[in-house]
T-cell receptor
């Protein structure tokens, strides 16, 4: 079963913050985050390998809690370019089968 | 530059015809994947392959077939058995198929069947 993301959609004004959550019913060994613009392929943002690890990429950061089988993506001081659909991705139970979360649509307004 | 090439970008077919989508990578990646994406929806796994001459069904394999005769190539055939083939198809690859390797994507093929 694919990881569930929340919220399904969010609308922000430029400069506002957002949090996107990714929750799995199975153990997570790692989590990857991607952003997809309309009509394009997903683009890799960051990888989280260790429990509790938090990584950052400019104003976008993420955390990973193995015990809770969850990951969260934090977008601070959002920009128009952050608009798109965000997906978490992971290998299913540590296998080669790579699956994606349900997705979160983010729209940033001027 | 290395990357994944999917062709064609747009493909139109009549209902009842089989169609093959091409995916070629020159990244020397071992694992390759096919995903289907419907409008406003997420990415669903069709087939994946860890090594040459081996592949596994994903979550929505019915009506599709693949082959992996070369490391660089992983073509997907959409057969007439696939009831709703119109969708955006994405091919991806990863270096080792393990947790520390994210997916690299091609630009996708948009298939329309009428």
């Amino acid at each position: 079963q694919q990881p569930v993301q929340s919220p399904q959609a969010v609308i922000l004004r430029e400069g506002e913050d957002a949090v996107i959550n990714c929750s799995s019913s199975k153990a997570l060994y790692s989590v990857h985050w991607y952003r997809q613009k309309h009509g394009e392929a997903p683009v890799f943002l960051m990888i989280l390998l260790k429990g509790g690890e938090q990584k950052g990429h400019e104003k976008i950061s993420a955390s990973f809690n193995e015990k809770k089988q969850q990951s969260s993506l934090y977008l601070t001081a959002s920009q128009l370019s952050y608009s798109g659909t965000y997906f978490c991705g992971t290998d299913d139970s540590g296998t080669y089968k790579y699956i994606f979360g349900t997705g979160t649509r983010l729209k940033v307004l001027a | 530059d290395g990357g994944i090439t999917q062709s064609p970008k747009y493909l139109f077919r009549k209902e009842g015809q089989n169609v093959t989508l091409s995916c070629e990578q020159n990244l020397n990646h071992d694992a390759m994947y096919w995903y289907r994406q419907d409008p406003g929806q997420g990415l669903r796994l069709i087939y994946y392959s860890q090594i040459v001459n081996d592949f596994q069904k994903g979550d929505i394999a019915e009506g599709y077939s693949v082959s992996r005769e070369k490391k660089e190539s992983f073509p997907l055939t959409v057969t007439s058995a696939q009831k709703n083939p119109t969708a955006f198809y994405l091919c991806a690859s990863t270096k080792s198929g393990q947790s520390n390797s994210p997916l690299h994507f091609g630009n996708g093929t948009r298939l329309t069947v009428t």
